[in-house]
Nanobody, 124 residues
Framework: QLQLVESGGGLVQPGGSLRLSCTTS????????IGWFRQGPGKVRREVSC????????HYEDSVKGRFTISRDNDKNTVDLQMNSLKLEDTSVYYC?????????????????WGQGTQVTVSS
């Protein structure tokens, strides 16, 4: 059974950092671009960042540029999202997704397979 699993969420103060990790069971990630998305309370799910299968191409939503960094380790079958300088408005459930293409041509391809999500709460 194909399954994506996110981890690393939690409660953090404004200005703090968290590192989210995405891995799978039943699927090798190295052929796929992977994306991170988030959904805040009462909001639609939106892309945050994505990375190509090779790791050479990335894309970030404007509000996280310079604060978040996406990376992948294909040997470990993981894709991480390092989140620094967290703000109250970053509070969301964060989801990783296998994307419909291996490339990231300046934007994130559409998601094909979702994880179950991990809660990130930024609060003082």
């Amino acid at each position: 059974q194909l399954q994506l699993v996110e981890s690393g969420g939690g409660l953090v103060q404004p200005g703090g950092s968290l590192r989210l990790s995405c891995t799978t069971s039943g699927l090798t990630l190295d052929r796929f671009a992977i994306g991170w998305f988030r959904q805040g309370p009462g909001k639609v799910r939106r892309e945050v960042s994505c990375i190509s299968s090779s790791g050479f191409s990335t894309h970030y939503e404007d509000s996280v540029k310079g604060r978040f960094t996406i990376s992948r380790d294909n040997d470990k079958n993981t894709v991480d999202l390092q989140m620094n300088s967290l703000k109250l408005e970053d509070t969301s459930v964060y989801y990783c997704a296998v994307l419909s293409s291996s490339n990231v041509p300046g934007m994130c391809p559409s998601p094909d397979l979702w994880g179950q999500g991990t809660q990130v709460t930024v609060s003082s």
